[in-house]
């Protein structure tokens, strides 16, 4: 495996994990999903596989960028990035990360869930985010795909709202 692969592959991990402790879910880790067909991180306990699947929600392109580089241990010049209406935008970018993995057909577990972090150091408090999702959601303008539940959780406090 490449080792950006391992890299985005343990920040999967690290994101499931937490998921499961915020949740007080005790499951045992079994193995990486597929990249094909299965979630990211694969659980289980006492009969019951779940499928986690994790996505980030970033400030923009050149916000995950910069984490990526960072977390890569490369040089990433950030000097000319100027980020503008940070916060107005956070709600359209976890709709936007929702919509894309429901297309998304998975399989081989009996329960999935989608996490959506939040990594976004500006926003101390993700309710907002949380309140605009519920409201596209009771309107009826997303589908959940295959996920049995959906939940936002945020990077740098322990926040942890379900969607679905």
Same mark, same amino acid.
């Given at each position: 495996? +490449?080792? +950006?692969?391992?890299?985005?592959?343990?920040?999967?991990?690290?994101?499931?994990?937490?998921?499961?402790?915020?949740?007080?879910?005790?499951? $045992?880790?079994?193995?990486?999903? +597929?990249?094909? $067909?299965?979630?990211?991180?694969? *659980?289980?306990?006492?009969?019951?596989?779940?499928?986690?699947?994790?996505?980030? +929600? *970033?400030?923009?392109?050149?916000?995950?960028?910069?984490l990526?580089?960072?977390?890569?241990?490369?040089? *990433?010049?950030?000097?000319?990035?100027?980020?503008?209406?940070?916060?107005? $935008?956070?709600?359209? *970018?976890?709709?936007?990360?929702?919509?894309?993995?429901?297309?998304k057909?998975?399989?081989?577990?009996?329960?999935?869930?989608?996490?959506?972090?939040?990594?976004?150091?500006?926003?101390g408090?993700i309710?907002?985010?949380?309140?605009?999702?519920k409201?596209?959601?009771?309107?009826?303008?997303?589908?959940?795909?295959?996920?049995?539940?959906?939940?936002?959780?945020?990077?740098?406090?322990?926040?942890?709202?379900?969607?679905?």
């Amino acid at each position: 495996m +490449n080792p +950006n692969a391992t890299i985005k592959r343990q920040h999967e991990k690290a994101i499931s994990d937490r998921l499961l402790d915020l949740l007080n879910w005790k499951f $045992n880790f079994v193995r990486e999903g +597929n990249d094909k $067909n299965e979630p990211d991180m694969i *659980y289980h306990d006492n009969g019951l596989v779940i499928g986690i699947e994790v996505t980030t +929600n *970033y400030l923009d392109k050149e916000h995950a960028k910069e984490l990526w580089a960072i977390a890569r241990k490369e040089d *990433y010049d950030h000097r000319n990035i100027v980020r503008m209406d940070i916060d107005n $935008n956070a709600e359209k *970018y976890a709709l936007n990360a929702i919509y894309q993995k429901a297309q998304k057909k998975y399989q081989n577990c009996n329960f999935y869930v989608l996490c959506v972090e939040v990594n976004n150091p500006l926003v101390g408090d993700i309710s907002y985010i949380n309140d605009y999702l519920k409201t596209v959601i009771q309107d009826r303008w997303l589908d959940k795909g295959n996920f049995d539940q959906v939940y936002l959780i945020a990077s740098t406090t322990n926040q942890i709202f379900r969607i679905f």
